[in-house]
């Protein structure tokens, strides 16, 4: 997991509830990312940032949102919007240099609707 | 539109023999390939990866080979192990200039399951 720290390990959310899903990185990367992983599928990108105050929308960023205020944090926000949001949650990071894109990802969160 | 996938998405090895996990793409822009192992209820783990322009890499026990002209990559574990079991993903960096650059694309993933 390297020093990229997801918490909690396990999240519950009730039926029109937000829920906040923290990455936090001591690896002085530039960007962060959020994937989410269903059963027996790959990964697919919520939203991922390049730069502290800024972030962009990857291929399922409708019912989450994200916020980039400090270099080290990238939290997720599954919102009541999200109508099926069991995954599990993985956070990377990475620095891009010479063209390679190395992502080191933390432990990943598992949520599940009670 | 562009995507990475796999032709297996399980393969059982005893353990000892050489495993080779393949994996196609269709991004022909792509100029970085990486190749991960998720164990069970963990994070993606980086195992190797590769540039473009070149065709064969080595690591530890482990080998990538790429081949532009069929957009085909492949990881290669020799003498696998119990502790090898896992899903491993490939995933391609797409080339700069192009407004997807810094962004991985992960294929669906290949179980490994090694037999003792």
């Known amino acids: 997991d390297g020093g990229i720290t997801q918490s909690p390990k396990y999240l519950f959310r009730k039926e029109g509830q937000n829920v906040t899903l923290s990455c936090e990185q001591n690896?002085?990367?530039?960007?962060m990312y959020w994937y989410r992983q269903d059963p027996g599928q790959g990964l697919r990108l919520i939203y991922y940032s390049q730069i502290v105050n800024d972030f962009q929308k990857g291929d399922i960023a409708e019912g989450y949102s994200v916020s980039r205020e400090k270099k080290e944090s990238f939290p997720l926000t599954v919102t009541s919007a999200q109508k099926n949001p069991t995954a599990f949650y993985l956070c990377a990071s990475s620095n891009v240099q010479h063209n390679k894109n190395i992502q080191y990802f933390g432990a990943g969160t598992r949520l599940s609707v009670l | 539109g562009e995507s990475v996938g796999l032709h297996l998405p399980t393969l059982s090895v005893q353990e000892g023999d050489n495993s080779i996990i393949n994996c196609a793409y269709s991004n022909s822009a792509s100029d970085y390939f990486i190749w991960y192992k998720q164990e069970s209820g963990k994070g993606p783990q980086f195992i190797i990866d590769i540039r473009s322009n070149m065709d064969k890499r080595q690591g530890q026990r482990v080998t990538v080979l790429l081949n532009k002209t069929v957009k085909h990559l492949s990881l290669q574990i020799a003498a696998t192990q119990p502790g090898d079991s896992a899903v491993y993903f490939c995933?391609?960096?797409?080339?700069?200039?192009?407004?997807?650059?810094?962004?991985?694309?992960f294929g669906q993933g290949t179980i490994l399951t090694v037999h003792p």
């Open positions: 690896l002085n990367h530039d960007a």
């Open positions: 995933a391609e960096n797409n080339g700069p200039g192009g407004t997807s650059y810094g962004k991985l694309t």
